[in-house]
């Protein structure tokens, strides 16, 4: 059983910046890739940026520029710099992750999501 936390969300003016954390706790062996997803009122839930396990990175290209995925493998947390905030950007954030969690098994883990609302 693996527990994710996100944390961070808030209200935020356009043009400003949030940094949404999610850290990992309970029984793993380690985490392969992590990624976060996001869902607004009335749209369908979008991948905005995921990490893999050396680093490796890649975004949705309405977040590119904008946004920045990494990951404190000694805090087996991931973290999600928003930057240039946009009205749009408000949505439900969502904190994914891979997990081997047995000696052969992997298994995908979900957080509770937190709130980001952008507007002035």
């Known amino acids: 059983q693996v527990h994710l936390v996100e944390s961070g969300g808030g209200l935020v003016q356009p043009g400003g910046s949030l940094r949404l954390s999610c850290a990992a706790s309970g029984s793993f062996f380690s985490i392969n890739a992590m990624s976060w997803h996001r869902q607004a009122p009335g749209k369908q839930r979008e991948l905005v940026a995921t990490?893999?396990?050396?680093?490796?990175?890649n975004y949705a290209a309405s977040v590119k520029g904008r946004f920045t995925i990494s990951r404190d493998n000694a805090k087996d947390t991931v973290y999600l710099q928003m930057n240039s905030l946009k009205p749009e950007d408000t949505a439900v954030y969502y904190c994914v992750g891979d997990f081997r969690d047995g000696l052969r098994s992997r298994s995908t883990y979900w957080g509770q999501g937190t709130q980001v609302t952008v507007s002035s």
């Open positions: 990490i893999s396990s050396s680093g490796s990175t």
